[in-house]
């Protein structure tokens, strides 16, 4: 089969960001325009990433290790790759990911002080130098975040975090932004849902070009 490689879309942000809504609203757009397109997540998307997620954010786990957490997060994260982000994008689907490596740089590495190297080394080792084509980064102030996130109901083990932790997060997110700017697209999470999704779809279009 000759098809062409599909692209590969991650969406990043802290809590309260709005991943949800501008999912739904980049799915429609990209839909309209006849894109074959995976919905996925992280952690999560395959039968045993779903089993590692909910250990992860069960709040009953608050002896987890930070080790073991960044181990899980690639578990999840290499079964995804080699299950079903690689065969679709090389069947010419493209995928839309809820979250994909750069959070756990951001919340392993910034949050949890991991080393950078230590995740940099499991990337390499799980990813297959699968990267991105572009990465939506939605970023919003802590305080922000966390008052829209807190009607949600209970707390998952990672939103029960302090808002030191989540600062570190954001912070991790912004500077990897900053080093790789051709890679990411930072945008205003404060802004309406409308304004939000603009935004977003302004940074996908170019990768439109493959498509008829
Ligand atoms: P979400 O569905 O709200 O994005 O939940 C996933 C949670 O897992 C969120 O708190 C971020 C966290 N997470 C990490 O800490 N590291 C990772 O590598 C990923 C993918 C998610």
Known sequence: MNATRGRFISLEGGEGAGKSTLLA?????????????LLTREPGGTALGE????????????????????????ASRAQLVREVIEPALAAGRWVLCDRYVDASYAYQGGGRGQPVERIAGLEAWACQGLKPDLTLLLD????????????????????????????????????????EPARFRVIDASAAPADVLQSAWQAVTPLLGSVS
């Open 140 to 179: 919003l102030p802590v305080a922000t975040g966390r008052a829209r996130a807190a009607g949600r109901g209970e707390a998952d083990r990672i939103e029960s975090e302090a808002d030191a932790f989540f600062e570190r997060v954001r912070s991790t997110y912004r500077a990897r932004a900053a080093a």
């Open 51 to 74: 089993a590692v997620r909910g250990i992860l954010l069960d709040p009953a786990g608050r002896g987890m290790c930070a080790e073991s957490e960044l181990l899980l997060m690639f």
């Open 25 to 37: 609203g980049l799915r429609e757009r990209l839909e309209a325009h006849g894109v074959d397109l």
